[in-house]
């Protein structure tokens, strides 16, 4: 399993970057012969976040607290599944 993650800088968002990264992102880790799984974990406040995995085949299985940022959603999508594009 790898864990994925992003962040775009406030002068940048809402154009796209943050999908664009993901979509790479799941076809790096499907390219991977060893990864099976590919997670992410967001906040369930950050709703552009949620927003971007929505549409790519994750589905929620968990939460765990983290030290910095508190609660956060676990998301999992198989690494084999094409990402749209």
Same mark, same amino acid.
């Given at each position: ?6 962040? !775009? @800088? =406030? ?6 970057? @943050?999908?664009?990264?993901? !979509? ?5 880790? &499907? ?8 997670? &992410?974990? %967001?906040?369930?406040?950050? !709703? ?10 994750? !589905? ?13 959603? %676990? ?7 094409? =990402?749209?594009?």
């Amino acid at each position: 399993m790898v864990e994925i993650g992003y962040s !775009v @800088a =406030p002068d940048f968002r809402r154009q796209g970057y @943050a999908r664009s990264t993901l !979509v790479e992102l799941l076809r790096r880790a &499907a390219a991977e012969p060893a990864v099976t799984t590919v997670r &992410a974990t %967001i906040s369930p406040d950050n !709703v552009a976040s949620l927003a971007t995995i929505a549409g790519f085949g994750f !589905v929620e299985v968990g939460e765990q607290r983290d030290e910095e940022d508190g609660l956060e959603l %676990i998301f999992e999508v198989p690494a084999r599944q094409v =990402p749209p594009t």
